[in-house]
């Protein structure tokens, strides 16, 4: 089974700084996709920002010219590099694998996502 561990959340003042990691490990042959997603109390989980494959990313309005996300192929795993911090941005963040494609001995299976635990990001002077 594939897992997500997330890492590098806490509490950081307004304008600081923080770098979310997410490894993934198990039988990967390979990840389409991966994203960081983030909840904060009472609202929907939205997308912060994703990063395919070959390198294309996407950000949300709210985070473009303060977050880049990056990715390392050969260690399945994501970043988030999240400068000039706001308040608005305390939330739970989520990373998710989107179109992993396991094996078992020489055989692959179907794509299927998997989501992490969730890191809780803190933004508060």
């Known amino acids: 089974q594939v897992q997500l561990v997330e890492s590098g959340g806490g509490l950081v003042q307004p304008g600081g700084s923080l770098r979310l990691s997410c490894a993934a490990s198990?039988?990967?042959?390979?990840?389409?996709?991966m994203n960081w997603y983030r909840q904060a109390p009472g609202k929907q989980r939205e997308l912060v920002a994703g990063i395919t494959s070959g390198g294309t990313t996407n950000y949300a309005d709210s985070v473009k010219g303060r977050f880049t996300i990056s990715r390392d192929n050969a260690k399945n795993t994501v970043y988030l590099q999240m400068n000039s911090l706001k308040p608005e941005d305390t939330a739970v963040y989520y990373c998710?694998?989107?179109?992993?494609?396991?094996?078992?001995?020489?055989?692959?299976?179907?794509?299927?996502?998997?989501w992490g635990q969730g890191t809780q990001v803190t933004v508060s002077s």
């Open positions: 198990g039988r990967i042959v390979s990840i389409n996709g």
């Open positions: 998710n694998a989107a179109g992993v494609v396991t094996r078992l001995f020489t055989t692959s299976r179907a794509p299927d996502d998997y």
